[in-house]
């Protein structure tokens, strides 16, 4: 067994006594997260799963369109996981039907564009790294919208606007930053997702 190997076996054991630990801690309750799964999604389709966390996500979607809690806390959720449902439409082949994530990303849309347009007065919830994540999450969703893929039909070219109180300027200004390789301060470091291919 090589050095490599050991090390992986080790990262391994130490990942399998985490989960454990955690699956019997009866004072706590780990759950999946609908932005995390999103996030899963669009970033490392290759992981194995991939086509569970798709469908769980589309069973997880509410008769409205939404990801999420009431009063604001949807937004974020719904945000990462339309994004996914758009980045799943754009892979060559997906093991999930087209006609159901295509479903599921227009009725997404649909909601965000009630909350999020030119002079909507949705107030957005205050949560952690809200201020880079909603900025950054419209920013990719406006992305595919330019070029929408075919499955998602016609008439979604309208684009999302930032709610009130989040101005993309601190984002871009981050960004900025890690492409320039300057270091982030720990705490931005659980939001990496958000600053783009410089964050890799």
Request: include cysteine; charge should be negative; charged fraction near 20%.
């Amino acid at each position: 067994m090589t050095v490599t190997d050991r090390s992986q076996t080790s990262r391994s054991a130490a990942a399998d006594l985490l989960l454990t630990a955690v699956a019997a801690d009866h004072w706590g309750d780990v759950s999946p997260a609908v932005y995390d799964t999103a996030r899963l999604v669009t970033l490392t389709p290759a992981l194995a799963g991939h086509t569970g966390r798709v469908d769980w996500l589309c069973h997880q979607q509410l008769p409205d369109g939404s990801w999420g809690a009431p009063d604001g806390y949807a937004l974020v959720p719904t945000l990462s996981a339309t994004e996914a449902m758009l980045a799943e439409l754009r892979r060559p082949s997906s093991s999930v039907s087209t006609e159901r994530v295509a479903a599921a990303a227009r009725r997404g849309l649909a909601v965000l564009r009630t909350w999020l347009h030119p002079g909507a007065a949705f107030t957005a919830p205050d949560t952690i790294a809200i201020e880079f994540l909603v900025p950054a999450l419209i920013e990719d969703i406006n992305a595919v919208l330019a070029d929408p893929p075919a499955a998602l039909g016609d008439g979604h070219r309208v684009r999302l606007c930032c709610p009130p109180g989040l101005d993309p300027e601190p984002l871009l200004r981050l960004r900025a930053a890690v492409r320039a390789g300057r270091d982030l301060p720990p705490k931005l470091w659980a939001s990496l997702e958000a600053f783009g291919p410089g964050a890799a």
